[in-house]
């Protein structure tokens, strides 16, 4: 059974540009959510979805955006990127509101 | 608003010893607690899951322990190895996941 899969997994973008990240949850998982992995910050929670709805928001700029597609693949857009968007973007699938499997992440840096 | 704090920061044990992790949070209103591990650049592999209504849950050589009263977890680790060197983070879902800050764990050989 594959795991979670986050694309890509590197990037490097200029300060004003935008970047879109994808992730594909496990077969038969709704939920997606996503998180961003600082040094300073740790791990946040930036938003989930279920079924193409968003479920929940952490507190992040509007900046930061996301959505679902009808086979639970899900992006997440980050425009007017800033140097402190630096960071490991996580994706987690589950089942339901259970056990949470994460991808290996996507390292974006920010110049 | 939940907050979730882990000590100790940083761990260094030799190889072999029995060692304990906590995890303590603010509101007892969680439908589950799950412990992590992540290696560096890694993403993160879950390690036990413990719903609300569960007291412990086991997995080879970790325990975790689940107290909602008091707000705490501690995963226990037993006869530790030189490859469970990473960070364990735990992290508690309310209205949303809050994770901790992790104890980055060294096993010496």
């Known amino acids: 059974k594959a795991g979670v899969t986050q694309t890509p997994r590197y990037l490097i973008k200029t300060r004003g540009q935008q970047v879109t990240l994808s992730c594909s949850p496990i077969?038969?998982?709704?939920?997606v959510s996503w998180y961003q992995q600082t040094p300073g910050q740790g791990l946040q929670f930036l938003f989930e979805?279920?079924?193409?709805?968003?479920?929940n928001k952490g507190n992040f700029p509007g900046r930061f955006s996301g959505r679902q597609f009808s086979n639970s693949r899900s992006e997440m857009n980050v425009s007017t990127l800033e140097l402190g968007d630096s960071a490991l973007y996580l994706c987690?699938?589950?089942?339901?509101?259970?056990?949470?499997?994460f991808g290996e992440g996507s390292r974006l840096t920010v110049l | 608003k939940q907050e979730v704090t882990q000590i100790p920061a940083a761990l260094s044990v030799p190889e072999g010893e029995n060692l304990v992790l906590n995890c303590s949070f603010t509101?007892?209103?969680?439908?589950?607690l799950q412990w992590f591990r992540q290696d560096p650049g890694k993403g993160l592999t879950s390690l036990l899951l413990?719903?609300?209504?569960?007291r412990e849950q086991t997995s080879g050589r970790l325990n975790a322990s689940l107290d909602k009263s008091s707000g705490r977890s501690t995963l226990y680790i037993a006869a530790s190895q030189p490859g469970d060197s990473a960070t364990y983070l735990c992290?508690?879902?309310?209205?949303?996941?809050?994770f901790g800050g992790g104890t980055r764990l060294m096993v010496k050989p």
């Open positions: 509101d007892s209103a969680i439908y589950n």
């Open positions: 979805y279920f079924s193409e709805t968003q479920r």
């Open positions: 413990i719903q609300s209504s569960q």
């Open positions: 077969s038969g998982h709704r939920s």
């Open positions: 992290a508690v879902t309310g209205n949303m996941l809050t």
């Open positions: 987690a699938s589950s089942f339901d509101t259970g056990e949470l499997f």
